[in-house]
């Protein structure tokens, strides 16, 4: 199966009269601070209803049975679920035995349901909407609960008895989420709350509050004539948002500005940016932090204005990726085949039919062969693994930086009747050369775990005799990823660092600017006769 199954992003199930995005990613909501932004969705709370409860259950336990990576039993994951019910409620407790399941609250039995068959979805949907009424008829600080808090507290205990990456996003956390991956209404700002107001902390490029004449360290103290003084971040983000094209008018303290300005933006469709660039000197620096459904878009812009602005002087190019803990899977791809011409990218295995996936390169080398570094930390993880084992791979990048997180296997998100999300483990991957990146994360080729700020040319050094190389053929030792120990032997070539230590990008400056560094170090080979360095140009 080619890239193109990414593009499947619908699920219409007729018999049950709803359908759902469905979009592969390999973990992690982005991380990024507060957003001015908007949605389309209702936040308001909806009333406790029995039989939409149960629809969620079923729909839930069905997602579960049919896409999770491994089997598991419908009844142990409600039965863990339940037990969610006693985080609101101390008082409550559920109990079974070989016929029902009864719920008790200070050790009363107050009710209980017929016990279903142990992978019937549909049954266990049932039971767990009506132990959850009679838990609300019983229980004052149930019956008090949002039924989104309910939901919540159940599917977390539930989705606890499975890997550490599937996770439920209720409603209101699924609309940011969304808005994360999608883009939103807004008007295109990061925010802080301070004492004095709210603190904008960065102007994204091309939005509606570069236009209007925003500012970094501006700080809004009134939003449509309401001062924000006492506001929550909800708040405030509920009120920065609105409709397309609609009108917010903004009361800004400006520090050279005496008195307060009045500031009308309005509002556009933003996806936040994930793409940084600056040049140094002949190194066109790029960061990406996270991945977006915008995120090759602009890095393409930013390679291109590079090549532009910098013309011949342009020698190459960092990819920072310290720090990304990844994001949408199809970006992923579409970012390593910015920088390969021709071959594997990715390779996807699990246990649905459709988790069985292999993504090549189908594009021309946007870079023109310019050498590339790529710098990762603890911190990289999942989509950014992706990226920096392709191109480690494919020997298109020298990788720079200590062993990434070790996040190798790739989410479904599945949303649900009540706008909540699902997100389920479906598969593994593999980089290209076949070793699976699960919990061994990717092994730099120039390692700079524990070394001193000021000691680049000490790493310079081995990488010239080989001493600082990290032998490629680690990568590939066949090692399960319950093998513990061989896990921790492996990383311990060059543990993890969760800082951004400067010598990651001092060493990978100056191994772009030497050609015979930067061949010795894709090459990892100790015989630079071999390498035909003659033949090597910057370009």
Not at 451 to 468: H, K, P, Q, S
Not at 520 to 537: K, M, P, V, W
Request: glycine share 10%; aromatic share 6%.
């Amino acid at each position: 199966m080619s890239r193109s199954a990414l593009k499947r992003e619908t699920v219409v199930r007729p018999s049950r009269g709803w359908c759902r995005a469905v979009v592969q990613l390999p973990l992690l909501g982005l991380a990024f601070l507060i957003v001015a932004c908007a949605t389309q969705d209702s936040s308001q709370p909806l009333e406790y209803d029995e039989a939409r409860t149960q629809r969620l259950f079923s729909i839930g336990y069905e997602d579960i049975q049919s896409i999770y990576i491994e089997d598991v039993l419908i009844a142990d994951l409600a039965e863990a679920g339940l037990d969610g019910l006693g985080t609101i409620d101390p008082a409550v407790e559920v109990v079974e035995d070989d016929r029902r399941v009864a719920l008790l609250r200070n050790g009363e039995n107050i009710g209980g349901v017929a016990l279903p068959l142990l992978n019937d979805t549909d049954g266990w949907g049932e039971a767990t909407a009506r132990l959850i009424t009679l838990g609300r008829n019983n229980s004052p600080t149930l019956a008090a609960a949002e039924p989104e808090a309910i939901y919540e507290e159940i599917f977390t205990s539930m989705l606890s008895e499975l890997d550490g990456f599937s996770r439920y996003a209720g409603r209101d956390a699924a609309q940011e989420n969304r808005a994360s991956r999608d883009g939103f209404g807004g008007i295109g700002v990061r925010i802080r709350l301070i004492d004095q107001g709210v603190k904008i902390m960065s102007v994204m490029e091309d939005t509606p509050a570069e236009e209007a004449g925003l500012q970094q360290n501006d700080v809004i103290v009134a939003i449509d004539g309401v001062p924000v003084e006492g506001m929550s971040q909800h708040d405030v983000v509920s009120r920065l948002r609105g409709s397309l094209h609609s009108i917010v008018a903004l009361t800004v303290a400006r520090e050279e500005s005496p008195r307060p300005l009045a500031i009308d933006v309005e509002r556009a469709h933003i996806i936040p940016q994930t793409v940084a660039y600056k040049a140094e000197g002949g190194i066109a620096y790029i960061e990406v932090s996270g991945f977006n459904q915008n995120t090759t878009r602009s890095l393409r812009e930013k390679i291109e204005l590079a090549q532009k602005t910098m013309g011949h002087e342009l020698i190459g190019y960092v990819l920072d990726l310290r720090d990304n803990p990844g994001g949408l899977l199809d970006q992923a791809i579409s970012v390593s085949d910015l920088f390969i011409d021709g071959g594997r990218i990715l390779t996807t295995e699990g246990r649905h039919p459709d988790s069985f996936q292999y993504f090549e390169s189908d594009t021309a080398d946007l870079t023109e062969g310019r050498p590339v570094a790529v710098l990762v930390n603890g911190g990289s993880a999942s989509a950014s693994e992706i990226v920096a084992g392709a191109l480690q791979d494919s020997g298109r990048a020298v990788v720079v930086g200590s062993v990434s997180f070790g996040k190798g296997t790739v989410q479904t998100l599945l949303r649900l009747p009540n706008k909540g999300e699902l997100t389920l483990t479906w598969a593994r991957f593999h980089a290209p050369s076949g070793y699976a990146l699960h919990r061994r994360g990717v092994l730099p080729d120039v390692c700079t775990s524990g070394i001193a700020e000021t000691d680049v040319d000490g790493v310079l050094d081995g990488v010239r005799n080989g001493t600082g190389l990290v032998d490629h053929h680690l990568r590939n030792l066949p090692i399960a990823t319950s093998d513990e120990t061989a896990i921790e032997e492996l990383r311990a070539h060059c543990p993890a660092n969760d800082d951004r230590p400067d010598v990651d990008l001092e060493v990978a400056k100056r191994i772009l600017l030497e050609p015979e560094l930067y061949a010795r170090a894709i090459y990892a080979s100790e015989n630079t006769a071999d390498l035909g360095l003659d033949s090597y140009q910057q370009n």
